[in-house]
T-cell receptor, first 117, second 112 residues
Framework: NAGVMQNPRHLVRRRGQEARLRCSPM?????VYWYRQLPEEGLKFMVY????????ESGMPKERFSAEFPKEGPSILRIQQVVRGDSAAYFC???????????????FGPGTRLTVT | GENVEQHPSTLSVQEGDSAVIKCTYS??????FPWYKQELGKRPQLIID?????GEKKDQRIAVTLNKTAKHFSLHITETQPEDSAVYFC???????????FGAGTTVTVRA
């Protein structure tokens, strides 16, 4: 019973490069959420996706950040032209269903620790 | 949007004692309150959750209480053990959307 998978676990990028973070949800889950955790801080919501649809991207910076969850394959969080302030741990979570009126548990992956040098 | 505040930021307890972490939320439409435990360098793990139609929930040594009127909820850990040492995060979800809003975390240290 594989949990949420993320890769790479650690990623080092120089300023100006692109970072691509991958997330495979738990088996049977079709709802993916991305959160960012700055050092010694809580998790901040970035984006919520279903297969082929972005449902809520209210937490995504307007520039340089994008996310997708294609019909086949993992969800990808893409950061273009990275800056030092992008250094953080990026976690994805998945849930089997999603509803505004009823909350389904979100299970987290191990995270990708991005370091921008 | 939802704002979750968590206290204390650090908590040191003697093994065997109880630990209590408190969170407040701002949106009265919040309907779900999970607690996550995160060990250093690891993923946040869901340890217990409570929904807005329930006042208290218990699972072995951990319990969560919810006061909707005051808009606060608390995590109680009894008979603490060294393996309880971790960062604990509370979160809340409103009926307006799907995301979780997290508190800033409490670093719990259990002294042997």
């Amino acid at each position: 019973n594989a949990g949420v998978m993320q890769n790479p676990r650690h990623l080092v990028r120089r300023r100006g490069q692109e970072a691509r973070l991958r997330c495979s949800p738990m088996k049977g889950h079709s709802h993916v959420y991305w959160y960012r955790q700055l050092p010694e801080e809580g998790l901040k919501f970035m984006v919520y996706l279903q297969k082929e649809n972005i449902i809520d991207e209210s937490g995504m910076p307007k520039e340089r950040f994008s996310a997708e969850f294609p019909k086949e394959g993992p969800s990808i969080l893409r950061i273009q032209q990275v800056v030092r302030g992008d250094s953080a741990a990026y976690f994805c979570a998945s849930s089997p269903l999603a509803s505004r009126d009823f909350a389904y548990e979100q299970y987290f992956g191990p995270g990708t620790r991005l370091t921008v040098t | 949007g939802e704002n979750v505040e968590q206290h204390p930021s650090t908590l040191s307890v003697q093994e065997g004692d109880s630990a209590v972490i408190k969170c407040t939320y701002s949106d009265s439409a919040s309907n779900y309150f999970p607690w996550y435990k995160q060990e250093l360098g690891k993923r946040p793990q869901l340890i217990i959750d409570i929904r807005s139609n329930v006042g208290e929930k218990k699972d072995q040594r951990i319990a969560v209480t919810l006061n909707k009127t005051a808009k606060h909820f608390s995590l109680h850990i009894t008979e603490t053990q060294p393996e309880d040492s971790a960062v604990y995060f509370c979160a809340a979800k409103t009926r307006a959307d799907y995301k979780l809003s997290f508190g800033a975390g409490t670093t719990v240290t259990v002294r042997a």
